[in-house]
Structure formats: structure tokens, C-alpha cells
């Protein structure tokens, strides 16, 4: 197995002064930010959007190219798929601004800000006990779907590939805690398990956000296209009991956000737990998809592997070693854990 390539000292002072240079910019931007005209901010953001939709060339080609491959009967002229992956550009760039401008908010004024749409089927789901899984995507205003429930006094918790740097991690863990918003990092593997067991059975919301098909080991139809699915949200819900409740905070034409939480969505119980953990993944995969084709221009398209959406090599091996772990009969804990590390 091929180790992780070491940094020379002079890399890894390049490295570390990245973070610092972006933390200060951070810490900057949102100290100022109050003090800012709102229309003054907005656009600035769009401004800041065109530049690094030109500079980054790599990840635009790319949304692109994904455009092409899921949607391309349905965008067939490269024109229209172009201003799509722009809107969902855009779109992100507007969620980094919400996100920012909702650490000086009161939860008053988050609730005016983000309304709330099927609140029954999260009370609802809270009353079995068991705790929530809140299903989600790149989509939208997602990072305001904490500070949202938490203003409205529900027990939140977001999983969260942390940046590799502990301090800048540090500083934005922070930010969401200003909202209301624990963060249960997604590194290591098992203390992420044990902190997202802990959750729920503490009856908390947890925030899954499982559109990344690049890593899973469950081959899924997504968009037209098979994918590897992450088979962690499926795999908590059979274990654990908990609901499963599709949550996505919608842009409304006005730039408002709706967020909508639909009815709970039921683990397919087969004899077999693997058949059941295919089952519930794939129907999970249906709910993100119709959604992210009703609002393809609020999706982010870096979700899905390259070539077309076939599986690399790296998807592949993963694949392999986890039926191999599974053949070797791991026990129920460490079963969870690597079920579920596949969606961190």
C-alpha cells in the first residue's frame, strides 16, 4: 500500500501559510461584513463569482462535462449547459455569503430568513426517540439547513470532511457553533461513528450530505449514469432505527431559501442486510435525484467519478476491500463503522 507522499519543509511551509493566509481573509471578511450595504455585498460576491468561475478552469470544465454526460438530452446545446454550471457557480458563491452573514444573525432573524416547509415530519420523527438522519445534497442554501432547525430549538449535528489544517478546521467548527451547530468530523473513521452514535441516540438531527458518488461501494443509477453510492445513511438507518427525513434548502427565484423537509423515507427490509443496505441506498439515491433535476442549476456537478461516470481504479479498490471485510464476518461495531466511513 502506498503511503501518503511526505511534504519537504519548505512545502510544508507553503502549505500551512495557505491556511493562514485564508484564515485571516476569513476572519476579515466576516468581521467586516455587518458593517457592509447588503447590495454592496451581493455584488461584490457575483463579482468574486465571474473571477474564479474564469480562473478555475479545471473544476468548471469538469461541472461541465458532468452536465454533458447526465443531462445532456435535456441541455443539448453546449451554450445552455455553460449557464447552467454558471447558475450553479453562482449559486455557491451566494451559499458561501448566506453562510457568513448568518454568524452575526440572531436565530429571530434566521427564522424570518429561512422558512420552513413540512415541520411536522421532523416533530414527528423526533417523538420515536431514535434520533434523525437528515438527507441532503450540494444543493441549494445546504449550509444554512443547521442554523436553520437549530434556531427553531431542534438538536443539530452536521458531518463534515474537516480541511486537513486544524486550526482553519478549529475556526470554522466555531462559525457553526455561533449557530447553534455541533460538528462531528468525518476523520478519524471511528470516532465519527461513535460521535454520530452518540447523536442519535441523543435524539439529535444528523446532517448526511451523501451526493458524493465517487467513493461508495453500492453501483447505483443516478442521472442516467452508474455510480458508486455511499452506503453509510443506509446502513445507520437499518442499524440504528432512526428516520430518515430528506431535507433541502431550495433558492426561491426572489434569492430566498425554503427549506423543505419531506416525509420520511423507509428502510427497505430484505432477509439479507447486504440486499437491504443496496435496497435503501438505491431508493435514497432516487429521492437526491429527482431532486437535483428539478433544481439542476442548485447542484454543484462535482459529485460524480470522471469518465462518464464509470468508477477509477481507487473506487474500484475500495469496492473490493470492503466485501473482503465483510467476507471475514467484522463484528457489528466495526461493521457500522466501515459501512458508514464510505459516506464521510
Do not use: C
Request: positive net charge.
Amino acid at each position: 500500500m502506498v503511503g501518503k507522499k511526505r511534504r519537504s519543509a519548505p512545502g510544508r511551509f507553503f502549505y500551512a501559510l495557505r491556511y493562514r493566509i485564508g484564515e485571516h481573509l476569513l476572519r476579515g471578511f466576516v468581521k467586516v461584513l455587518p458593517r457592509i450595504p447588503r447590495r454592496v455585498a451581493l455584488a461584490f460576491m457575483r463579482f468574486m463569482a465571474r473571477v474564479s468561475f474564469a480562473i478555475l478552469l479545471v473544476f468548471r470544465r469538469r461541472m461541465e462535462e458532468n452536465v454533458a454526460a447526465a443531462l445532456g438530452q435535456e441541455f443539448p446545446d453546449p451554450a445552455e449547459r455553460k449557464e447552467l454550471v454558471w447558475r450553479a457557480w453562482l449559486n455557491f458563491a451566494r451559499v458561501m455569503l448566506d453562510t457568513a452573514e448568518a454568524t452575526h444573525f440572531s436565530p429571530a432573524r434566521i427564522l424570518a430568513a429561512v422558512a420552513l416547509e413540512g415541520e411536522e415530519h421532523i416533530k414527528s420523527a423526533l417523538e420515536k426517540g431514535r434520533g434523525v438522519i437528515a438527507l441532503s445534497a450540494h444543493l441549494g442554501g445546504f449550509t444554512m439547513i443547521g442554523p436553520r432547525l437549530a434556531a427553531g430549538g431542534f438538536p443539530f449535528s452536521v458531518v463534515v470532511k474537516q480541511p486537513a489544517d486544524k486550526r482553519f478546521a478549529g475556526l470554522i467548527d466555531g462559525y457553526r457553533a455561533r449557530s447553534g451547530v455541533h460538528t462531528i468530523s468525518a476523520k478519524p473513521r471511528r470516532e465519527a461513528v461513535r460521535g454520530i452514535l452518540k447523536a442519535l441516540r441523543q435524539n439529535r438531527i444528523v446532517l448526511v450530505i451523501a451526493d458524493e458518488f465517487k467513493s461508495g461501494d453500492v453501483m447505483v443509477d443516478f442521472l442516467g449514469l452508474k455510480v458508486p453510492a455511499p452506503r453509510g445513511p443506509a446502513t445507520l438507518a437499518l442499524r440504528t432505527g432512526a428516520v430518515t427525513l430528506p431535507m433541502f434548502a431550495i433558492r426561491r427565484p426572489d434569492g430566498s431559501l425554503a427549506l423543505s423537509v419531506d416525509a420520511p423515507i423507509a428502510s427497505v427490509e430484505r432477509a439479507d442486510l447486504e440486499e437491504s443496505v443496496v435496497a435503501t441506498t438505491a431508493l435514497y439515491t432516487r429521492q437526491l435525484e429527482a431532486v437535483i433535476r428539478k433544481y439542476p442549476d442548485q447542484w454543484n456537478w462535482l459529485g460524480l467519478p470522471r469518465r462518464g461516470g464509470r468508477p477509477s481504479r481507487a473506487d474500484i479498490a475500495r469496492m473490493r476491500g470492503a466485501l473482503r471485510a465483510k467476507a471475514k464476518g467484522a463484528s457489528r461495531r466495526d461493521q457500522i463503522g466501515s459501512d458508514t466511513s464510505s459516506s464521510l
